[in-house]
């Protein structure tokens, strides 16, 4: 049996599953299903496509079903692509509550901020190395509606080619130095202060205690780090 599919936003009725109901039954969950997503993605002012998985979504869940109805247990996923279960919570013509996953595939085509040039590990991104554009989501990826005015910001965590659609997971705070950081340690001898080449032990931002190492030293000093990337040794 064919599988219903709709690209949205259009006329739900028209495109509606193969193996929807007769006029007058209640509405199928893939109908109920779809038309949640369609909601969500006119509110939006966004594009998805979607279409409902197995033979399970086409089953009526009840001859009385009413308007489904908002439940604070039952929440919208969050914007992936991909297979998901899509949750509806209704009651009846009888007032007994409903409620089932909905197993759908949905595809979300909507404006992202994406890398203009292909960047290394640690890049501070810069006003130049990002942009908007408007393009079907990679399924897994949990991505948010980009706007001009929140820019993303930060370092990258790992090297990313072009085009790659930017979430938070893929960026680190701008002040985070990486493990292996080059820094100075401070280090007090009676009433006069050494500097030392040191290196991080661990990833860290001004203000955190960390962990170093000196230069050619294998013992593992502590101290403060500040905005400098001065390491005071024991202060605490």
Aim: hydrophobic share 45%.
């Amino acid at each position: 049996m064919r599988l219903p599919s709709v690209r949205l936003p259009a006329v739900l009725a028209s495109l509606l599953c193969a193996a929807a109901p007769q006029a007058g039954a209640a509405p199928s969950a893939c109908e109920l299903a779809m038309a949640a997503v369609e909601r969500r993605a006119q509110a939006l002012g966004v594009q998805v496509e979607v279409h409902c998985r197995g033979q399970g979504a086409y089953l009526q869940p009840s001859r009385h079903t009413a308007e489904p109805i908002q439940d604070p247990a039952v929440a919208a996923p969050p914007m992936v692509s991909g297979p998901q279960g899509w949750p509806l919570a209704w009651r009846t013509a009888s007032g007994a509550r409903q409620a089932v996953q909905v197993p759908l595939n949905v595809q979300w085509i909507a404006p992202v901020w994406t890398l203009t040039r292909a960047l290394p590990a640690g890049t501070l991104l810069a006003p130049d190395d990002v942009r908007i554009e408007t393009l079907p989501w990679p399924p897994g990826m949990a991505l948010t509606l980009a706007s001009p005015a929140q820019r993303p910001v930060g370092k990258l965590a790992r090297a990313l080619p072009a085009g790659t659609p930017l979430n938070l997971g893929q960026l680190l705070p701008a002040d985070l130095l990486p493990r292996g950081e080059a820094v100075t340690a401070l280090v007090g001898e009676g009433a006069v202060s050494l500097q030392r080449p040191a290196r991080l032990l661990d990833a860290a931002r001004p203000g955190d205690e960390v962990r170093i190492q000196l230069q050619g030293q294998a013992a593992v000093l502590q101290g403060r780090l500040d905005a400098q990337h001065i390491v005071r040794v024991g202060t605490p």
